[in-house]
């Protein structure tokens, strides 16, 4: 059984740092694709980066959304089978409920890396809360 374990939101001040976690079970090595996404109150819930599991050559390994690049990273610990997003220079608007997410059957490409219905198993989501 697969199942998606999110941590280490919190309460940060513009232009601080959070890193937050997601422990993978039920998955191990690169056969899937993960991803975190965040939704903010009022708003559809939008992908933030994604680590694309190697199925096409050409498709990059790593997609981030244009609103994070440069700020934000996403990792993964294969060790630990943990997935990582460290988020930099946070400002108010990343303000969300952020959820891990990874693909089942049918694998999740650079075409629909931040469509939510493309994913299959999703982790419970961590608050963050930034304040200006």
């Known amino acids: 059984e697969v199942q998606l374990q999110a941590s280490g939101g919190g309460l940060v001040q513009a232009g601080g740092s959070l890193r937050l976690s997601c422990a993978v079970s039920?998955?191990?090595?690169?056969?899937?694709?993960v991803t975190w996404f965040r939704q903010a109150p009022g708003k559809e819930r939008e992908g933030a980066a994604t680590?694309?599991?190697?199925?096409?050559?050409?498709?990059?390994?790593?997609i981030y959304a244009e609103s994070v690049k440069g700020r934000f990273a996403i990792s993964k610990d294969n060790a630990k089978n943990t997935v990582y997003l460290q988020m930099n220079s946070l400002k108010p608007e990343d303000a969300a409920v952020y959820y891990c997410a990874v693909d089942g059957r049918f694998a999740v490409y650079s075409a629909n890396w931040n469509k939510d219905w493309a994913h299959y198993y999703w982790g419970q989501g961590t608050l963050v809360t930034v304040s200006s």
């Open positions: 680590i694309i599991r190697k199925v096409i050559p050409s498709d990059p390994s790593i």
């Open positions: 039920g998955l191990t090595g690169d056969d899937y694709t």
